[in-house]
């Protein structure tokens, strides 16, 4: 799993490069030098939510149709787009690009944006799975 794991995050990392993410200064008008290359929140955010909605979908815990469903379709939702995001940048990269077409460069900026959505949703519908639980 480790191994998968490199490979996945420096797959997002490129891409995300290719894509115009890069150093961000964190506290601007403030200091120099607290910099965070924003590349790094497309493995963070695609592929954490895609194993937290896993967990959510096989967990033995208890929950309702509609928390599993979306769930279910969350997981396999952020998989697919996850193994595509990787041809995409491998693609790229043996073709020698080394900035994203734009519309690749579009997409891949809309995620982090849909996965807080996501895991808004998902996180709101396990609380209330549990708080119907509870006053059960």
């Not at 997409?107 to 708080?131: E, F, H, I, N």
């Amino acid at each position: 799993g480790l191994a998968a794991a490199v490979a996945v995050w420096s797959g997002w990392v490129g891409l995300g490069e290719m894509a115009g993410f890069g150093p961000v200064n964190l506290l601007p008008g403030i200091g120099k030098g607290f910099t965070v290359n924003s590349a790094v929140v497309l493995p963070i955010s695609v592929e954490a939510y895609a194993a937290y909605a896993l967990r959510v979908w096989l967990s033995t815990s208890w929950h309702s149709d509609r928390t599993t469903q979306f769930a279910k379709v969350s997981t396999i939702t952020s998989l697919v787009v996850g193994g595509a995001a990787q041809a995409v940048y491998h693609l790229l990269a043996a073709a020698g690009y080394a900035k994203a077409p734009w519309w690749v460069t579009m997409l891949v900026a809309l995620l982090p944006v849909l996965v807080l959505g996501l895991a808004s949703a998902l996180a709101k519908l396990v609380t209330s799975d549990r708080q119907a639980g509870a006053s059960q």
